[in-house]
């Protein structure tokens, strides 16, 4: 089995600061792609942002020179450092992962629970 557990998440006034993480762990063979997607009440999930297992790292326009996703591979854990935010970025943001679980297993894709985040005007 494989967790994936997100942390960071509250309450910030408009212009401030989050840092997400989300960590994975179980039987891990070796995760590729890890990212981060949201949704607003009413609203479709959508991608925030993502990060190969090499470091190549892949933005929404509306959150481009603003958020920064990284990615510690010896610990299994990404991060979303969320900078400037704003009223629209409230929202509950899910970690994404695609696993595999052994050398020969076939990837899948795991999603967190979620983490609330809220920013006030």
């Known amino acids: 089995q494989v967790h994936l557990v997100e942390s960071g998440g509250g309450l910030v006034q408009a212009g401030g600061s989050l840092r997400l993480s989300c960590e994975a762990s179980?039987?891990?063979?070796?995760?590729?792609?890890m990212g981060w997607y949201r949704q607003a009440p009413g609203n479709q999930r959508e991608l925030v942002a993502d990060i190969s297992i090499g470091g190549n790292t892949n933005y929404a326009d509306f959150v481009k020179g603003r958020f920064t996703i990284s990615r510690d591979n010896d610990k299994n854990t990404v991060y979303l450092q969320m900078n400037s935010l704003k009223p629209e970025d409230t929202a509950v943001y899910y970690c994404?992962?695609?696993?595999?679980?052994?050398?020969?297993?076939?990837?899948?894709?795991?999603w967190g629970q979620g983490t609330q985040v809220t920013v006030s005007s």
């Open positions: 179980g039987r891990i063979f070796l995760i590729s792609r």
């Open positions: 994404t992962a695609m696993i595999a679980m052994t050398i020969t297993g076939r990837p899948t894709n795991y």
